[in-house]
């Protein structure tokens, strides 16, 4: 497809245990992004990345996430040790270049029990 | 401290009337404002956006307002439509920092 794609759509996972979410961007699209967002807010900005680096991991809220990016293409947001808290839809983005409009996916439903 | 605030939770138009999403911010770094609109159960889409060396970015039923001075940017859609009914975001780059903030949304019904 030609959209951003995220997988998988929803994950049900029980506390303390890691969490793998992955995202495929749009071809081509060198800036990539992460959000998050919980139930009755808005989205909260977790990492970008310009090709394979993150020049800003400020937005993410502990040390238990992590993000990478290889090849310029997919990304992984691994959450270690899942908290109850961290149940929230998680939204990558992609974009032709930094600044641009993003292009979503359509997110990864994250629930801890 | 919320940087963009989307003050109005919720609104509710007739169709073909006017629906006016309105949008605060604080950061006056910010310089470039966007508008994104979500359906339930997918991501957010791009409808318009704003460079701050405008004030006004016109799309076909979409317009932007910027208001710099007053840190305020408006979104009006006309005439609105049933299909319109969405949840809006603003969202505010500071490209100097390279950071971006997201509003609450805003839940846009138009009634038939």
């Known amino acids: 497809g030609a959209g951003v794609s995220q997988s998988p759509s929803n994950k049900v996972t029980e506390k303390g245990k890691d969490v793998e979410l992955r995202c495929d961007p749009i071809s081509g699209h060198t800036a990539l992004y992460w959000y998050r967002q919980s139930l009755g807010q808005g989205l909260e900005f977790l990492i970008y990345?310009?090709?394979?680096?993150?020049?800003?991991k400020s937005g993410l809220p502990s040390d238990r996430f992590s993000a990478e990016r290889t090849g310029g293409s997919v990304s992984t947001l691994t959450i270690q040790r899942t908290q109850q808290e961290d149940s929230a839809v998680y939204l990558c983005a992609s974009s032709p270049g930094i600044y641009e409009k993003l292009f979503f996916g359509s997110g990864t439903q994250l629930s801890v029990l | 401290d919320q940087q963009v605030k989307q003050n109005s939770p919720s609104l509710s138009v007739q169709e073909g009337r006017i629906s006016i999403l309105n949008c605060d911010y604080t950061n006056s770094m910010f310089d470039y404002f966007l508008w994104y609109k979500k359906y339930p159960a997918e991501g957010p889409t791009f409808l318009i956006s704003i460079s701050s060396i405008k004030d006004k970015n016109e799309d076909g039923r979409f317009t932007v307002f910027l208001n710099k001075s007053a840190k305020h940017l408006s979104l009006h859609i006309v005439p609105s439509q049933p299909g319109d009914s969405a949840v809006y975001f603003c969202a505010a780059w500071d490209t100097n920092a390279g950071k971006s903030t997201f509003g609450d949304g805003t839940t846009l019904t138009v009634k038939p």
């Open positions: 990345f310009q090709g394979n680096s993150a020049p800003d």
